[in-house]
């Protein structure tokens, strides 16, 4: 609801004295539409679509605006504690200053504490606003914070304030805890909350103990570490005992972490079973790392999975997945860097785990690969295997992107399926030098058109995109029809339109 709805406004009957509908309201209805009209600011979005810094700007606007609604209402407002138990603390922000920290914590009485910290350099002290909001940890129940301004003296302050809060109070209603605290040139290790209340956490450039006991969130339901080092990053051992103490984990997302697997001859061979893990996401994940974790897990649940594997010098072994991931209806591959980029030995490595991980996601109905040796090696094990064993039998939705001269390849995949199997809705091929180029020869784009046309006529909807360099100067067509339909200065013009961005 908009502050400038009529409920928020003085009536023209109270402006002249007269009986206004909310006279006649009890003040503890008043305090739950109150509590309704503000609630898309007070609880924004954690999915990047909605600024929290504005929303939580546009909330305390929306107080302040209550404030003036006339006596009765002023101090309904003011008597309802959790109207005034979002913290904002940025230096772009009117509520940073200690004062206006004080009257909120005031206000809010005894009521869960929803913090917001954009920290700057200035936040530093003693007395400072951090200082107050972390003596009232035991009510915190969700903490955001981010140090996109902050130098590395101000990040060790911040992080000192932060540890010795943790150490001193225990925040056991606290559900959510989103640490955003990057470092070029060190790691950084925060104490870990004691809160047996933590539903979701978010660590980004900033790490806990990892070897500690301590570390159990039983009600963890989501987990997403981002950007940490070698030297911060949980090995695998250490991120499969926290795993084994967060059974009712639903969300499990790992971007940019450099993981280790040191010594397989000591890796617990105890499987880990996660009943609601729905969703898991290894990017730029070294490649051992996601085999141990993944080759532990019981997940009956697992719906979605999305792999990026970075090459490793830790060894590899191969150790078999003990469960498959039957559940699984969404697959994504992509390789971490360009193919090129990886050692002969590496790449091995890569293309043995992907053959014998799609062997257990027999009901992916969604793909997505961007890798020309995942495509080459889909195909040749499509090829090589009986009919009731091809890889992704049950896909009907197939996306190729970033593979080379593969049209022939997807088409042979295609064929190798069984005739049980569904027909395909949607095949998108967006890919680099999908097409020929004129000299390759008539007898070439002659059969280009042939796989087109059986591909057309095999799958509801064909998308096909060829993705090229932008400083390219040759011309290439999508077989021979598409060739005889233009001239040379058409084609030119055609492409300057489409790729020269």
Partial sequence: ?????????????????????FDILPAELISVIFEWALQDERNPPN????????????????????????????????????????IHISERSPTSSLARVRSLLLRS????????????????????????VCREMKRWRSIRVRTDKLDNEGRENLVAILNRAFRRWEPRELESIELSIPSETSHITVSTPRSTALRHLTLTGIAFDWSAHSLAFHQLRQLTIRGLSREAAPSSSSFLRLLSHSPELEVLSLYGVDSSVHDWSLVDPTIIKLANLRTVAFEHVPLPFIHHVLSSLDAPSLNSLRLVPEESNDSV??????FGFNSV?????????????????????????????????????????????????LQELAVSSPADSTPFPNAVDIEYSNTKDCLELIASTIRSRPTSAPKIKKLSVCAKDVSLPAHAGV??????????DWLGKTVEHLEIRNKQCKNAIRFTFLGWKDCVSHTRNGRRLEYEQEYEE
């Fill in 443 to 452: 007898s070439r784009l002659q059969a280009m058109d042939e796989t087109i």
């Fill in 329 to 377: 209806d969404n697959f994504e591959w992509s390789f971490g860097k360009n193919e090129a980029a990886y050692s002969d030995a590496g790449l091995y490595q890569i293309r043995a785990f992907f053959s014998h991980l799609i062997r257990r996601l027999p009901n992916v109905a969604t793909m997505k690969i961007s890798s020309p040796s995942a495509t080459q090696l």
């Fill in 1 to 21: 609801m908009s502050y400038h709805s009529p409920l928020l406004r003085p009536s023209a009957d109270e402006s002249m004295g007269k009986t206004s509908p």
């Fill in 47 to 86: 999915d990047g679509s909605v600024s929290p810094q504005l929303c939580q700007r546009q909330y305390h606007a929306r107080l302040a605006v209550i404030s003036q609604l006339g006596q009765r209402l002023r101090e309904i407002a003011i008597n309802t504690p959790s109207l005034w138990s979002s």
């Fill in 317 to 322: 072994s191969w150790v078999p997945f003990v």
């Fill in 109 to 132: 009485k005894a009521s869960p504490l929803d913090i917001l910290l954009y920290a700057d350099e200035y936040l530093k002290g003693e007395s400072s606003a951090v200082e107050l």
